[in-house]
């Protein structure tokens, strides 16, 4: 009997747990992005075949959101992408609004504080004509300190990897 009474009380007491938890972010997860609002101002880049590119980080909502508008000069500014990041419950997500004309969105799914390392990966995407056209799939930023960090990002196409983007940034505001 005890141990029916223990579980009616396990049972009525999980959906409680189950609703803090879903209402309260992880703290990698807060932490994470928290140093992604952290990124709020001016920076540019040069990509590895010479071009530059200028980022601009916001808090918006209230702070509950970052919103990234990236440029590269050699792409124009007609090809500006944006990439709006933000928690959900436990979860840090990105939308990432794309030249290619679709919206992955991904989830983060390692932050470690000691290297600086932020992983995002594939969740779903609108506005693909296909599961094999060409996506954003991953995204990593590397944060090295005040003034600089560097970002991956993985392009997918026909189920698998085709190119990565890696840039070097650095504060200019």
Same mark, same amino acid.
């Given at each position: 009997?005890?141990?029916?009474? =223990?579980?009616?009380?396990? +049972? #009525? $007491? &999980?959906?409680?747990?189950?609703?803090?938890?879903?209402?309260?972010?992880?703290?990698? @997860?807060?932490?994470?992005?928290?140093?992604?609002?952290?990124?709020?101002?001016?920076?540019?880049?040069?990509?590895?075949?010479?071009?530059?590119?200028?980022?601009?980080?916001?808090?918006?909502?209230?702070?509950?959101?970052?919103?990234?508008?990236?440029?590269?000069?050699?792409?124009?500014?007609?090809?500006?992408?944006?990439?709006?990041?933000? =928690?959900?419950?436990?979860? +840090? #997500? $990105? &939308?990432?609004?794309?030249?290619?004309?679709?919206?992955?969105?991904?989830?983060?799914? @390692?932050?470690?504080?000691?290297?600086?390392?932020?992983?995002?990966?594939?969740?779903?995407?609108?506005?693909?004509?296909?599961?094999?056209?060409?996506?954003?799939?991953?995204?990593?930023?590397?944060?090295?300190?005040?003034?600089?960090?560097?970002a991956d990002w993985q392009f997918f196409e026909n189920g698998k990897p085709k190119l990565t983007e890696s840039l070097q940034y650095t504060r200019v505001q």
């Open positions: 009997m005890k141990h029916r009474a =223990l579980a009616v009380t396990l +049972l #009525l $007491l &999980s959906p409680t747990s189950w609703l803090s938890a879903a209402n309260n972010p992880n703290s990698d @997860a807060a932490t994470a992005f928290s140093r992604l609002k952290s990124l709020a101002g001016d920076w540019e880049g040069k990509s590895p075949s010479g071009s530059k590119s200028h980022i601009r980080y916001e808090v918006i909502s209230g702070g509950s959101a970052v919103l990234e508008h990236f440029e590269d000069e050699s792409l124009g500014p007609a090809n500006a992408m944006v990439t709006v990041y933000y =928690l959900d419950g436990g979860h +840090l #997500l $990105l &939308s990432h609004y794309c030249m290619a004309k679709n919206q992955p969105r991904m989830q983060a799914q @390692a932050f470690d504080e000691t290297t600086g390392e932020l992983r995002f990966t594939f969740l779903d995407a609108t506005g693909l004509d296909s599961p094999n056209a060409g996506h954003m799939h991953n995204a990593t930023f590397h944060f090295t300190d005040a003034t600089h960090f560097s």
